[in-house]
């Protein structure tokens, strides 16, 4: 994903320096080339040696040339850098870049830079909280400065609180789609995954089930295209995405109230309705536990069932609605897959159905999908669910464009 790409990645001097070695090698392997710069405190943490070996290039140390009429290193790589990563990022080099300080290697590629920067903090709390560090965010977020984290936590020092570098795994997923063409820039985008629990007693219920990867890849797949992204999530065990912002539900109707929720709450382009609903749950939850049997009966066999909300087809019938996606999980293919998912489409209101095999795409990573319309068919795979979603959000963005924006 990072084929040809020129990241810089900037080490200074905190104990998160360690990390960094892992984000090399993250980035490495999606196909970037990188060059490390350590400062003098980085390197008292890491060796430039470690950078060198998993970056297969010279990491580098001082601003001073090291041949007389050679190439300037912060010059040539404020040139030749696609993107500068300053991870870990301390107080210290926030406050040189946002101030234009150049007095090493590394602050004076931050002046000099022509590219993108993320800067991923890593400091004591306090000293993030500290009203000289959030002015000198503040003025960095301005100039076009991303930001990654700090996160909540126990710190080094002992202390907890927002400080925690971000994960090195999730900073190369972010940076991974940083060069996504923006083809969803400005749009506000909702998503529900994973399954609903809709509970019988306090220990049994009933599910469908979804591991939720699908929804979490177009999450984040929006996200590098640029949108603004809402994730409703069931109960699953995925983190998700940076960047994106999470509600977490249980049954069907805490999920249809986050959603009319949102929806109510502020404009909308695109709803991708991915979640395995549950159609069905108990006209009533029992306070305690059901026995197997009273007096010889199964308990279980009087349970009256009550329909759920469909969550998809309210907001298809809402006035006004966003560009509608819903999902058909089947266990038929071909022509029979594409009759359920028109049916559904018609049924639901429904900009275009994704309708696979669920037998083939359960748990898997890989997916093949139809993309259903009322009168349009596009086939699709087999590929990564995040490729899937991808091309899920191509088809979206080609609806979109026909619409006035949402505000
Ligand atoms: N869906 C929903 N709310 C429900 C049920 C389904 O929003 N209560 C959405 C799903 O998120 C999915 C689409 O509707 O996008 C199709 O789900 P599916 O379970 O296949 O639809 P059903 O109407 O339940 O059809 P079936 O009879 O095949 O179960």
């Not at 993108?116 to 301005?142: G, H, S, T």
């Not at 190369?172 to 609903?196: D, M, Q, S, Y």
């Not at 109960?235 to 249809?256: F, G, K, T, Y």
């Not at 897959?337 to 489409?345: D, M, V, W």
Request: proline share 7%; charged share 25%; net charge neutral.
């Amino acid at each position: 994903m990072l084929q040809g790409k020129r990241i810089t990645l900037i080490v200074t001097g905190g104990i998160a320096a360690f990390k960094s070695c892992e984000a090399a090698r993250l980035l490495m392997k999606s196909g970037a080339e990188v060059t490390a710069v350590l400062t003098e405190h980085a390197a008292e943490f890491v060796t430039p040696l470690t950078f060198e070996a998993l970056t297969g290039r010279p990491a580098l140390t001082t601003e001073w040339a090291k041949h007389p009429g050679g190439p300037m290193p912060h010059i040539d790589l404020a040139r030749t850098s696609d993107l500068i990563l300053v991870m870990p990022a301390t107080a210290n080099i926030i406050a040189k870049a946002a101030h234009g300080i150049a007095d090493d290697l590394a602050s004076t590629l931050l002046a000099a830079r022509r590219s993108p920067v993320i800067f991923v903090p890593a400091m004591n709390e306090a000293m993030w909280k500290a009203p000289a560090a959030a002015r000198n965010v503040e003025a960095l977020r301005l100039d076009g400065a991303v930001f990654l984290g700090p996160v909540p936590g126990l710190q080094a020092c002992g202390d907890k609180g927002p400080g925690r570098m971000m994960e090195p795994r999730e900073v190369a997923e972010f940076i991974e789609g940083f060069f996504a063409p923006k083809v969803l820039a400005g749009r506000r985008v909702l998503i529900t995954a994973g399954p609903t629990y809709e509970a019988i007693d306090p220990v049994r219920g009933i599910t469908n089930r979804s591991s939720g990867r699908q929804g979490f890849a177009l999450a984040r797949a929006a996200r590098d295209a640029g949108a603004e992204v809402t994730l409703v999530a069931g109960p699953v065990s995925l983190s998700a995405p940076v960047n994106v912002r999470r509600i977490d539900v249980v049954s069907a109707r805490e999920m249809d109230a986050a959603v009319q929720e949102e929806l109510d709450g502020g404009p909308c382009d695109l709803f991708i309705g991915v979640a395995a609903v549950a159609d069905w749950r108990p006209g009533a939850v029992a306070e305690r536990k059901l026995k197997k049997t009273v007096m010889g009966v199964p308990a279980l066999a009087d349970l009256i069932w009550v329909e759920n909300p469909d969550v998809l087809t309210r907001v298809g019938t809402r006035p006004n609605p966003p560009v509608t996606i819903g999902f058909a999980a089947e266990t038929a293919e071909g022509a029979v897959l594409t009759a359920f998912a028109r049916e559904k489409c018609m049924r639901k209101h429904a900009s275009f159905i994704v309708a696979n095999d669920a037998r083939r795409a359960l748990n898997a990573d890989t997916n093949e999908i139809r993309i259903v319309g009322p009168d349009s068919e596009r086939v699709f795979g087999p590929a990564t669910k995040l490729e899937c979603a991808h091309f899920i959000l191509e088809c979206a963005a080609e609806l979109l464009a026909k619409r006035p924006r949402q505000v």
